[in-house]
């Protein structure tokens, strides 16, 4: 909820002018812009000091099953679902100083959602429509800061992810896929508070070196894969990363040195 501020004050400042600016010159517009907290699925789930919370204060219908409710009065149907949201309260923890608290709050906001989300909207999307979230390759590879159950979390959104595949393929005929993507100096993972570190890692030993990774190229495999083009495709975690999830060892490892001396 603290986002839809930060989004809506952005719009208003034109911070995001750039980005809305389509190849014609004209600007991308939103029909409506919905609130939602993904860890709360219905109104009876929300607490009452959350009720009472002034950044809730001027929001209503912000559960899962109120705002799917509210896109289907709307717009009655949909083809893609874009699940871009995470957090951990303590993700600057280590996991063994990870409280059961704050490693149960990570999976509920970065993993159940997507399971939450599916079941409300997948009756909402057409056959042949797609789901994406993002990924991190936390999920399978230690990450030494990436703390606070995240890895967990993250390794639970690729399962869930074949997964809801086969279900929601089976139910609705529908994809799910994620998104893998490298370090992104991105407001969210600047959180971790090493972001700037993992870019410089990343340029120095993926395959595409001294290479940036781009919010854009992220943007663009996940408009493929919602796409009719990437109609076959599904249950797949697609790594956006200049190709770093395919290096095992860093070529500017000190060990490395040695060995060449």
């Known amino acids: 909820m603290p986002a839809l501020s930060i989004f ?3 719009i208003e400042m034109g911070k995001f002018d750039k980005s809305r600016t389509l190849s014609d010159g004209s600007m991308l517009t939103f029909k409506k812009v919905y609130p939602l907290d993904a860890v709360f699925d219905t109104p009876e789930d929300v607490p009452e000091d959350v009720k009472n919370n002034k950044r809730y204060a001027a929001s209503s219908g912000f559960t899962v099953s109120e705002v799917a409710a509210d896109v289907a009065r709307d717009f009655g149907k ?12 303590e993700v600057t923890k280590p996991l063994l100083e990870t409280s059961r608290k704050g490693y149960l ?3 509920s906001a970065s993993s159940y959602s997507l399971v939450s989300l599916v079941q409300r909207f997948g009756p909402l999307m057409n056959p042949g429509g797609a789901v994406i979230s993002l990924t991190y390759i936390a999920s399978e590879k230690t990450i030494p800061g990436y703390g606070g159950g995240m890895s967990s979390a993250k390794a639970a959104l690729e399962s869930d992810t074949r997964v809801l595949a086969y279900e929601a393929g089976r139910k609705w005929g529908i994809r799910v896929n994620t998104i893998s993507a490298g370090p992104l100096g991105s407001r969210a993972a600047k959180a971790i508070g090493f972001i700037g ?6 340029m120095a030993n993926a395959p595409l070196a001294e290479k940036e990774l781009s919010a854009l190229e992220v943007g663009a495999a996940t408009a493929f894969m ?10 797949v975690t697609l790594y956006v990363d ?16 040695r060995a060449a001396a």
């Open 105 to 107: 709050a990570a999976a």
């Open 78 to 89: 949909i083809d893609i679902l874009v699940h871009s949201l995470a957090n951990g309260p």
């Open 226 to 235: 919602c796409s009719p083009l990437a109609s076959a495709i599904t249950g």
């Open 242 to 257: 200049n190709g770093l999830h395919s290096v095992g060892v860093a070529g500017d490892s000190k060990c490395l040195e």
């Open 197 to 202: 570190d993992m870019i410089n890692y990343s």
């Open 8 to 10: 809506e004050k952005s």
